[in-house]
């Protein structure tokens, strides 16, 4: 089945710890992205990625990180999470740009 | 502020009825995207316009998009209660590399 998974689902942390929330998609897509979602703001993109070892800033890079070492994956790591991230996160993947977005089931995050 | 404005952000019709929602957006774009978001869940494609179409239909949707606006409106016809749901536009802006500017969202209540 072709999908976006997203691991883990929820998680609940504390202000400096390292995270890292896995993104796999199994469609040999060439484009990823990370948007986070916040009542009242919408989706905003947070980083993406054209293909393997191309990634650019979305409208909200601060305070996170990604790789994309091979395609099918496309991990988000907050290096020293802050409460203000605490949020609903998705990723999504699309053959290019131009494309479709397949989403994941979302990741919710809480930084306490 | 973003691209992607919708309004209205909030509409509550009885089942039966038409729903429109409207989306601007401010520079120019390759496409414009439709998507579904049941409540949590990730986002699920719906059509999407290219900036070379007027108009176009699947099953009980019809997109226009009006590029002299900078504008797009979705139309669900004859709604059930299962249309129940948050819409957001998304779009694909020329010249801006993979970024993909999503609406804050029409949220949708159906009435049985």
């Known amino acids: 089945e072709a999908q976006v998974t997203q691991n883990p689902r929820y998680l609940i942390t504390v202000t400096g710890k390292k995270l890292t929330v896995t993104c796999s998609q199994n469609?040999?897509?060439?484009?990823m992205s990370w948007y986070r979602q916040d009542p009242g703001l919408g989706l905003r993109q947070i980083y993406y990625?054209?293909?393997?070892?191309?990634?650019d800033k979305g409208d909200v890079p601060e305070g996170y990180k990604v790789s994309r070492k091979e395609k099918r994956n496309f991990p988000l790591i907050l290096e020293s999470p802050s409460p203000n991230q605490t949020s609903l996160y998705f990723c999504?993947?699309?053959?290019?740009?131009?494309?479709?977005?397949?989403f994941g089931d979302g990741t919710r995050l809480s930084i306490l | 502020s973003q691209q992607g404005e919708e309004d209205p952000q909030a509409l509550s019709i009885q089942e039966g009825e038409n729903a429109t929602m409207n989306c601007s957006y401010k520079?120019?774009?390759?496409?414009l995207q439709w998507y579904r978001q049941n409540s949590g869940r990730g986002l699920v494609h719906l059509i999407l316009i290219r900036s070379n179409e007027r108009e176009k239909h699947s099953g009980r949707l019809r997109v226009t998009l009006d590029t002299s606006k900078k504008s797009s409106s979705l139309l669900i016809t004859a709604s059930r209660a299962a249309d129940t749901a948050s819409y957001f536009c998304?779009?694909?802006?020329?010249?801006?590399?993979?970024?993909?500017?999503f609406g804050q969202g029409t949220e949708l209540s159906v009435k049985p």
């Open positions: 520079t120019s774009i390759n496409n």
């Open positions: 999504a993947s699309s053959l290019n740009i131009y494309q479709p977005q397949h």
């Open positions: 990625s054209m293909n393997v070892e191309v990634t």
């Open positions: 998304a779009t694909v802006q020329v010249n801006q590399g993979g970024k993909l500017i």
């Open positions: 469609m040999n897509h060439e484009y």
